[in-house]
């Protein structure tokens, strides 16, 4: 069965300090794609960053890298620096290889950013 | 980036009426889903469309769901005839392909209230 679980449900951090937020996925497949969206106060959905699973290396873009860990099946986001605007919903994603393009979303977890 | 247009933003009806949600994917886009976000909690998805077809679909695309794009127009989601379990935020997304391509962007929603 396939599952994505975020089990922080808020966090609040203060604006320029760095934010880790925990994700843990289940799937049977050894090819599959993991992704971090952010869900604005308007409800506007932001794709931010993905990790392929054949990938070693972890994903960096701008002020967001990831913190992949396949043995654990892990894969936290972490925000640099954050800023007031980085205050949202974060949720982590994945989806299977092969022809399914169905996106499984975990619960999301509330970043307030605090000047 | 590139933007996915939904249209209406909302859309308030009455039970048992028929309702289409309508959405203008990214331009070069093949593939396109919808998904369900009730008040509060994650997103789910419930179709994937690909050349004419559906792809995939999940529980939740119930038989009184239907999805087009005819002509390279609007890809549409119709629920006929809605009921109450319908009201949610409805997103839909479009992604290039699959594989090194599988970012799905998503559009704004649609916020749909059956009365």
């Known amino acids: 069965a396939q599952k994505v679980t975020q089990t922080q449900t808020s966090i609040s951090v203060m604006e320029k300090t760095t934010v880790t937020m925990d994700c843990v996925y289940e799937?049977?497949?050894?090819?599959?794609?993991l992704f971090w969206y952010k869900q604005t106060a308007s409800g506007e959905i932001v794709f931010l960053i993905r990790?392929?699973?054949?990938?070693?290396e972890n994903a960096t873009v701008g002020h967001y890298s990831l913190n992949f860990q396949k043995p654990k099946s892990s894969i936290g986001l972490i925000i640099t620096a954050t800023q007031i605007e980085d205050s949202a919903v974060y949720f982590c994603?994945?989806?299977?290889?092969?022809?399914?393009?169905?996106?499984?979303f975990g619960d999301g977890t509330q970043l307030v950013v605090k000047p | 980036g590139p933007k996915v247009l939904q249209i209406p933003s909302h859309q308030i009806i009455d039970m048992g009426q028929m309702v289409t949600l309508n959405c203008d994917p990214v331009?070069?886009?093949?593939?396109f889903y919808w998904y369900k976000q009730i008040l509060g909690q994650q997103m789910e998805f419930l179709v994937n469309?690909?050349?004419?077809?559906?792809?995939?679909k999940s529980k939740l695309f119930k038989d009184q769901f239907s999805v087009e794009r005819p002509d390279g127009s609007y890809f549409t989601l119709k629920i006929q005839p809605t009921a109450l379990e319908d009201s949610a935020v409805y997103f839909c997304?479009?992604?290039?392909?699959?594989?090194?391509?599988?970012?799905?962007?998503f559009g704004p929603g649609t916020r749909l209230t059956v009365l």
């Open positions: 997304a479009s992604s290039l392909g699959t594989g090194g391509y599988a970012e799905q962007f």
């Open positions: 799937t049977q497949d050894s090819s599959y794609f």
């Open positions: 990790q392929d699973s054949y990938k070693k």
């Open positions: 994603a994945m989806r299977e290889g092969g022809n399914n393009n169905r996106i499984f």
């Open positions: 331009s070069n886009h093949l593939y």
């Open positions: 469309f690909y050349n004419g077809k559906v792809m995939e």
